[in-house]
């Protein structure tokens, strides 16, 4: 079968011949793979970055976000059976630490994660735990099941609170910043505010539904802010890890307002906690994946009921063999999600 590998250290992937599971362990389940999408983590293992040299052990099939269909069961499973069209938890539990004990699977000890500590979904067929395996409801497109994975992100992330009649700040419209936008909104808060500075960004979050979009480069976010608003926002949803963005975003924040971070800043960064947040009582979420599987449950009827429009995230739907042009408009922020078709 063909598969997309990480084959040495070094930038760059290829695509491969490999074996295709010849035995599948008691609860393993064989999927073949009829979508996947390319997600930043997949972009840095492409451009082998410090994190990627210090995380990832070639030869790799990479890739994590995908939507599938079952076609062989270990002689152990029971949540599946083939035929079933699934998704995939990319967060894999040892299931016997305390964190999965007390239903924090999604924060265990010894986590794993899919096409980063263990083969990826880049390829025909993968092998995947049942124990990480969402039958997605059938009235969601396979293109929109792909991106469960992501648009689980921007729910974990906008619903550590209850948005209702909130005003909202999101800092970075990526593709999970546009999502948490659409989930915002369908989530009833009354004014949802996006800040960018990429141009085509910056008119996807208006077609996703924001209210108000800012350039931080073009205006003052934080004077901008309270010109709207005078009491500041009551959430901060964090999506860049752009520390400038966090330290405005945390400014922004009225009197016991709540941050949730889910951008990744990639090293120490310098910020005055008594002024941003201790005298003025803010509370702050540090968001890792998705709550298994609460998250996933919220993500299905959201895509079910059309409350959120992932067309105008997806932006490009390719066949895997153009794999490499999805990697390139990834490189260049010439897109929203990519999909690679494998039909």
Request: proline letters at 4%.
């Amino acid at each position: 079968m063909k598969a997309i590998i990480k084959d040495k250290p070094g930038p760059g992937l290829v695509l491969k011949d490999v074996n295709k599971a010849k035995k599948l362990g008691p609860r393993e389940v064989l999927v073949k793979i009829r979508r996947a999408s390319i997600c930043g983590t997949d972009v840095h293992i492409f451009k082998w970055d410090e994190w990627s040299q210090s995380r990832i052990n070639p030869p790799l099939i990479v890739g994590h976000e995908m939507a599938g269909e079952v076609v062989e069961v270990g002689d152990a499973v029971t949540q599946v059976k083939v035929g079933d069209f699934v998704s995939a938890e990319t967060h894999i539990p040892c299931e016997h630490c305390v964190q999965c004990k007390t239903g924090r699977m999604h924060v265990c000890k010894n986590l794993e994660i899919l096409g980063v500590d263990r083969s990826g979904v880049f390829t025909e067929y993968a092998v995947i735990p049942e124990t990480v395996l969402w039958k997605f409801s059938p009235e969601i497109p396979l293109d929109f099941a792909s991106v469960m994975e992501p648009f689980g992100n921007a729910i974990h992330t906008a619903l550590v609170t209850d948005l209702t009649g909130k005003k909202v700040l999101i800092t970075g419209a990526g593709p999970i910043g546009l999502m948490a936008i659409q989930v915002a909104k369908a989530s009833g808060a009354s004014l949802v505010i996006s800040s960018e500075v990429d141009p085509l960004r910056i008119e996807m979050a208006k077609n996703n539904g924001a209210d108000i979009v800012i350039n931080p480069i073009e205006q003052d976010l934080v004077k901008s802010i309270y010109t709207i608003s005078p009491d500041g926002v009551d959430v901060l949803l964090e999506m860049s890890g752009n520390k400038k963005a966090l330290e405005d975003g945390l400014k922004c924040l009225t009197m016991g307002g709540i941050a949730s971070l889910l951008g990744i800043f990639g090293g120490n960064i310098d910020l005055n906690l008594d002024s941003l947040v201790i005298m003025r009582g803010i509370t702050i979420y540090g968001i890792t994946g998705r709550k298994m599987f609460e998250t996933w449950k919220i993500a299905d009827e959201l895509l079910k009921s059309k409350k959120v429009d992932l067309s105008k995230v997806v932006t490009h739907v390719l066949p895997f063999e153009q794999w490499e042009k999805g990697f390139e408009l990834m490189l260049n922020k010439q897109c929203g999600k990519v999909v690679l078709n494998f039909d």
